[in-house]
Each structure stands twice: as structure tokens, then as C-alpha cells.
């Protein structure tokens, strides 16, 4: 552990303590939000993601060790294991360095080199690897028995350098060499196979396509490897041959003999039937667990910016679930997205529909004190929009909400639990009624693999991308808190230190005995403990809650030092709370203690100051342009709002309230060269594009925000309008800072040490 800790902080830029009492704190059973909100004097203010990074690099390594100890107990098992090479395996970084010195060594199906060996041709691979000048066949001929399968010197020969090529493939020197040089310089070759042509139009870029190893993007990676799977393409991994062969020659020639010769051409068969494929299949996984880290890092940025999405907030909503020949499915939910009353309305099925539409939603309206609309962006969403808005309802807001998902939660098991006699199109509809409310707390009912914001999420490992997707769900739900009395236990089972049982058990001692009134009530919830009680109360808030500090994000274990706090002003917690002017007489030095430091109190009076603060930014209104509701309806040269509903590393996906999407490619984000689309833009960002191409055929539309007045149309995080070139961003794009700048360092170290 002792030598994990100092590599971790070697490679992390920590110091060993901060990596020490993390691993300390997560080992005893602490989470990641827990630990980087409640713990910072003990950590030194780690934040989520480097906590994260600690966690995930001890983890590598603890895997790193449990293999070391297999292959020496295995070398120890076979006699072969003496100090030189204990030493090797023991200094190994790597479980590439790890596997290519155990190669020799690793228990093996018969081989022609083992064959030759049975042979007793080993001496004579011996005597040729010393390159000494001698007549070779006169030499092999001394090898020749035909008890022994070896009939010819020409025979024996074969045999010695099958030996020999197998040395050289299982050498750990040369495997470096090669596979450095697949990794440098080595070239994907994809080709369209026979006959495929007209089935793999999707491939058709990678019909004849090259790309470097070292370089090709990861969604090129997933796509050509997703048209081999799907028998479209040929995928080939090309190394210089030329130069692979050199490297081998200068490591392992030693003369211009006769044997110089015979090791040439053992170096040849190795390399074209052992190293060359080996190394490919190595280069594969490797690239493969490259374009993975990056689509599954994409998916979960894209995914925290829907999550984090500003929410409407608490308000009385009629939610439609548009179509045209099945209706319109109609749902009207109260301020805690209760549903109220459903029906349905046939507003496209000619004027007998469209009166009594008409007659519904007005009266729904009244009798509902209805102050928002929200509508699904599917198929008939815009001309339901339009239907709503002619029906000038006054006071009313009418949103289109992206409905993603919709359908998955609909047919899930808590939806199905949640409303048993519904069908699935009015759960649709209630789902996209709750999404304007609060975003996160809706999308937590859905998988998050279904939400829409993915880059070849099914191409991807599957359990480092529900790991990674875990990990942003808990970190977005702990960020804004969860209201105790009202939460879900998919939103429950999320938070620190809880999961689906205990929130399961909240919500069914809730049901049954009522409202929470304090915090400490958790501790009377079946199988909560004390730990859980540790990890998760400062997450949960209780809105109406009788002590003041139970709808903050200050700990219970904190609050003795607020009550001290009001005692030395003479006042009360809820005066603290109310009153800036006694807050600025609090004399944060005073309550500085070996436990709690200036980071916490810090915590605890910005709490004070805006108990329960939700980190999201504030809800804006937005409107699809009229009049284009279609791709028909495009020109190019339009100037359009939009809302950014994906991210890739090649750009950025627009709804454009067409049913289509558009792509703003990255070349046509900014006036200026960047690399990733976040530094421009992020998922749910209202933005103004140009159209530049429009393939109706294809269904295919570019976009560019490389203009003059293009822009966003949120606030910065600061609450200010920042330019980025000539586009005008949201707070969320501003340039890289730290945490940005340790994402892709932590990106990079994972890379390297896999």
C-alpha cells in the first residue's frame, strides 16, 4: 500500500498524506461525494474527480498486484522462478510489462517450437542463435533421426528456427519494440467486402478508408469496427513491415554467417505468424479500450449536462404526449408532478377532432389552474405546438420538451409500480410533464444508456460504462440534494451511503407513517445504520423540517458548531439563517478546531446564507421558430435557434423542432481551431445556427455557428454573457480550468497504465 500511495501522488500531483487518508476514508466505506463534500480538512479539499482518480488508480493497481502474485506463485510452482526474474516481475508498471516477461514461462498447447524441442532440436537452435561461422548443414546434419521424426538436415533446420522464432516472439525487448512501433506508426486499413456495397451505405466512408493508430478519433475506431462486426468491412491493423523487420534484425543478428542467415529467416517466420498477429490483436484491444475511455467519457458528460439541465421547478402542468392517427395523450399533473386527470384528444383527425381538442384543453386549463404546457418533440410535436398556441391561452407557457427515454420508462417496472391501471403513452405523458419540472429527477427513473446523449454506447464496454454513468448519476444527485418527503427511491437510491433498499425502506416507512419531520427520523428506518446515516443525511433535505438546518446541505454532525454560532450572537439558528448582518459578525477563526477547518466553515456559512442552494442554473424559456416544422422547411442560409441534444468528438447535434437533428461539425463551431466541442457548447444549450446543407433524401442537416450575432441565449455560471470567438456561450463553456486540465490528465494516466 505504501508504495500505491506514493505512485499515486507521483502520478496525480498530490501529496502521499491526501492519497493515504482517501484510501483510508473509501476502504472504511466512504463515498465519493461524501468524502470530497464532508471531508475536506482531512483530504485537503480533494474535489469528486480526483477523489475518483484516487479510487480508480488504487484499484488498477491492487489489480496489478493480484496478478503478480498469480504469475509468481505459477513460476514458483514450475521451478522456475529464481531472483533475477522475481526482481523483473516485481519492478513490472504495467500488466502489458507483467504478461511479456511471463510469456516464456506461461504454460502452453503444443507449438511447433515445442514439437522441434521434442526433437532435440534445441541445441541446434543454441548453436545457430551464437551466429559463429560454421558449414549450418553440416552442423544439422548431425541432427538427423528418423526414430525422432527428423529425417533431413534441411528438416532440422526447419525445427531449430521454429525455436527460434518463438524466442524471439516471447522475448520481451522485442515485443516492446513492435508494439511501440504499431502504436507510432501503424495504420488502420478498412475495405468494403465484395458484394456489400449497397447493404453498408451507412460505411461508406470506410469503404477504402486509412487511419493512424496513433491518432484516429474514437467514434472512427467504434465505426469501423462495428462494420467488421456487422461483415461490411475488412479491418486490418498495417504496421511498417519493412521497418518492423529492421528492428528485429538489429536486436537479434549478430554477423553475416551462414547461421546470420537462418536467424533472418527465423525472424521473418516469427514476425509474419507470431508477432505481427499477436501485436495486432494487442493493438485492437488497446485502441479499442482507448475509443471506449473516450465515447464512455462523452457519454457522461453529455449525460451530467442533461442531468444538471435547469429545471421549471414546482408548477401546475398539463403535459401532451403528441401523435396523429392515435391522439394526443393528455396528462394534468399538480406542483409535485401528482397525476391528476388523463385523457386523450384527436387534434390532426380533421374538424370534429380539433373543436373538441379545442373545448378539452381550455377546459383543462381552468380547472386546473394549468400554467404551463409541456409538449414531447416526437412525431406530430410541432403541429400539436402549433394547435396549442392557436388557442391563445393566456398566462400559459408553452414548452417542447425532448423526450427521450420517454418510451423506456413508460414500459419499466417503476413506471408499471408507479401507475399500475395507466397504459404506456399516459406514463409518457406524466414522464414528459416531471422532465420540465426536474429534469434529474425524472431521468433517474431511466436508464441512463437511453436518454439520448451517447456516442456507440452499445459498441463500448458495458460495465466501465454503467460504472462511469453510475458515477455521474450519484455525483449529479448528491450535487443538488434530494427533498426527503417527496423523492423517489430510484432519485433515494442514488444518494451517499443509501441504494435501492434503503430507499426502498425509506419511502415505504414514509408511506406509512407520514412525513419526515427531522433528519434523525432516518435512524428509525430499517437497516439504516449509523454509517449510512453518516454518508447520506447531508444530502436530504426536508423541506418544512422543524430545525432549520434540516433543509440545508450542513451536516448533522456539524450542526453543535451553527448552534454555538447563534448562542454567541444571542439569536436563533432561523435569525442566523434570515439576517446577513448577524451572519457577517460570525468570526470564522473561532470555530476552527482539530476537526473542522476553514474549508467547512465556509460550507456551513454559505449554507447558511442559501440553505438548500440547487447548483442548477436558472430555467429559461425557449421556442423553435415558426413555420419550420419540417426538414422540408429548411433552406440553406437560415439563421434558426436551436438546443444542443448531443455531443461526439466530431461536433454537435441541434434539434431545430424538425424531427432531424442537425450537426454542427467541430470544424464549424467556433471562428477558432478547438479540439473538443465542450469548449463551446453543452447538451441542452440553446444556441443560434446557420443552415449550410440539407440532404431531405438522407435526412441529413449541417449546421454551422460560424457567424456573426450567433449565440446562446443562457447565462454564464457567473451570471454574465462571455464570448467564445464569435459565438456567445453559456457559463458551461468557458475555457478549461483545473478540473478540466486534471480530466485530461486522469484520462491520459489511465491510458498509459492500462
Known amino acids: ?46 474535489d469528486e474527480v480526483q477523489v475518483a482518480a484516487i479510487r480508480d488508480r488504487a484499484e488498477q493497481l491492487r489489480e496489478l498486484d493480484k496478478r503478480r502474485q498469480a504469475i509468481l506463485k505459477s513460476l514458483t510452482e514450475l521451478g522456475k522462478l529464481d531472483a533475477t526474474l522475481e526482481k523483473k516481475i516485481m519492478d513490472a508498471l504495467t500488466m502489458v510489462e507483467l504478461e511479456d516477461i511471463y510469456l516464456p514461462y506461461r504454460p502452453k498447447r503444443k507449438t511447433r517450437a515445442s514439437i522441434a524441442r521434442e526433437r532435440n532440436l534445441q541445441p541446434l537452435a543454441d548453436k545457430l542463435m551464437e551466429q559463429g561461422a560454421f558449414n549450418v548443414l553440416e552442423v544439422a546434419s548431425k541432427y538427423v533421426d528418423d526414430a525422432k521424426g527428423v529425417s ?43 458484394g456489400k456495397e449497397e447493404a453498408g451505405q451507412k ?86 479500450k482507448r475509443a471506449d475511455e473516450e465515447a464512455i467519457r462523452v457519454f457522461a458528460d453529455n449525460a451530467k449536462q442533461l442531468l444538471m439541465s435547469p429545471p421549471l421547478g414546482q408548477r401546475n402542468i398539463l403535459a401532451i404526449d ?43 386549463a381552468g380547472e386546473y389552474s394549468i400554467d404551463t404546457i409541456a409538449i414531447g418533440n416526437g412525431t406530430a410535436g410541432r403541429e400539436t405546438e402549433v394547435f396549442v398556441k392557436n388557442l391563445k391561452l393566456s398566462d400559459v407557457k408553452i414548452m417542447m420538451v425532448n423526450e427521450s427515454g420517454a418510451s423506456i420508462y413508460s414500459a419499466s417496472d417503476a413506471a408499471r409500480e408507479e401507475f399500475p ?34 456516442q456507440y454506447q452499445h459498441d463500448v464496454d ?69 454509517k449510512a446515516f453518516e454518508q447520506a443525511a447531508g444530502f436530504l433535505r426536508i423541506h418544512n423540517a422543524v430545525n432549520p438546518l434540516d433543509r440545508s446541505a450542513i451536516h448533522p454532525e456539524r450542526y453543535a458548531v451553527v448552534e454555538q454560532m447563534a448562542a454567541d450572537l444571542g439569536c436563533t439558528i432561523h435569525d442566523l439563517m434570515k439576517d446577513e448582518a448577524l451572519r457577517k459578525r460570525i468570526r470564522s477563526e473561532k470555530y476552527i478546531s482539530d476537526s473542522i477547518g476553514l474549508p467547512t466553515i465556509t460550507d456551513i456559512l454559505e449554507q447558511l446564507a442559501k440553505p438548500g442552494r440547487d447548483p442548477r442554473e436558472q430555467f429559461e424559456a425557449f421556442s423553435f421558430t415558426d413555420g419550420v416544422n419540417a426538414i422540408s ?17 466530431f461536433g454537435a447535434f441541434v434539434d431545430l423542432g424538425v424531427h432531424q437533428d442537425g450537426l454542427v461539425h467541430l470544424s464549424q463551431l467556433a471562428d477558432r481551431f478547438i479540439k473538443d466541442p465542450n469548449e463551446v457548447v453543452k447538451v441542452h444549450q440553446k444556441v443560434t445556427v446557420r443552415v449550410t446543407e440539407v440532404d431531405e433524401a ?20 457567473a451570471g454574465t454573457e462571455r464570448k467564445a470567438s464569435s459565438v456567445k456561450n453559456s457559463g458551461h463553456g468557458k475555457s478549461a480550468g483545473p478540473k478540466e486540465d486534471f480530466k485530461d490528465k486522469l484520462a491520459a494516466l489511465k491510458n498509459k497504465f492500462s
Open 1 to 46: 500500500m505504501i508504495t500505491h500511495v506514493r505512485k499515486i501522488a507521483e502520478e496525480l500531483n498530490i501529496a502521499e498524506k491526501q492519497v493515504t487518508t482517501t484510501l483510508t476514508l473509501l476502504d472504511e466505506g466512504a463515498t465519493v461525494p461524501f468524502i470530497s463534500r464532508y471531508r475536506k480538512e482531512m483530504t485537503g479539499s480533494l
Open 152 to 194: 533431413s538436415d534441411v528438416e532440422a533446420l526447419a525445427g531449430a528456427r521454429d525455436i527460434l522464432a518463438e524466442l524471439i516472439n516471447e522475448d520481451a525487448e522485442a515485443r516492446a519494440k513492435i508494439r511501440q512501433l504499431f502504436l507510432e506508426k501503424g495504420q488502420f486499413v478498412s475495405k468494403v467486402i465484395e
Open 203 to 288: 460505411y461508406k466512408d470506410y469503404f477504402n478508408w486509412t487511419d493512424s493508430v496513433k491518432d484516429a478519433p474514437s467514434h472512427r475506431i467504434l465505426a469501423m469496427r462495428r462494420g467488421e462486426k456487422e461483415l461490411i468491412l475488412t479491418l486490418d491493423i498495417m504496421p511498417p513491415e519493412e521497418e518492423a523487420l529492421a528492428l528485429l534484425d538489429r536486436q537479434f543478428v549478430k554477423s553475416n554467417s551462414e547461421a546470420s542467415s537462418q536467424v533472418r529467416l527465423a525472424i521473418a517466420d516469427c514476425y509474419k505468424r507470431l508477432l505481427k498477429p499477436s501485436m495486432e490483436t494487442e493493438i485492437r484491444l488497446h485502441t479499442k
Open 322 to 364: 403528441p401523435g396523429f392517427r392515435t391522439g394526443c395523450k393528455v396528462v394534468c399533473l399538480n406542483e409535485q408532478g401528482k397525476l391528476l386527470i388523463n385523457t386523450t384528444i384527436y387534434p390532426h383527425s380533421g374538424a370534429g377532432g380539433l373543436a373538441e381538442a379545442n373545448k378539452v384543453i381550455k377546459q383543462l
Open 421 to 454: 391501471d395507466k397504459d404506456i403513452t399516459v406514463r409518457g405523458a406524466v414522464s414528459i410533464g416531471r422532465r420540465l419540472m426536474d429534469p434529474l429527477a425524472e431521468l433517474v427513473k431511466i436508464d441512463p444508456k437511453s436518454i439520448g446523449v451517447g
Open 462 to 530: 458495458q460495465n466501465k460504462l454503467q460504472s462511469s454513468l453510475d458515477d455521474t448519476v450519484i455525483s449529479c444527485v448528491n450535487a443538488v440534494g434530494v427533498e426527503l418527503n417527496t423523492a423517489s427511491k430510484q432519485i433515494l437510491s442514488y444518494i451517499s451511503g443509501l441504494g435501492p433498499q434503503l430507499a426502498k425502506n425509506i419511502v415505504e416507512y414514509r408511506e406509512t407513517n407520514g412525513a419526515f419531520k427531522k433528519r434523525s427520523e432516518l435512524k428509525k428506518i430499517p437497516r439504516l445504520g449509523e
Open 633 to 649: 422547411d429548411l433552406k440553406v442560409g437560415m439563421v434558426l435557434p436551436g438546443i444542443v441534444t448531443n455531443i461526439t468528438s
Open 698 to 717: 438522407r435526412k441529413r442537416i449541417a449546421l454551422s455557428m460560424k457567424m456573426e450575432g450567433a449565440k446562446s441565449s443562457s447565462k454564464g455560471e
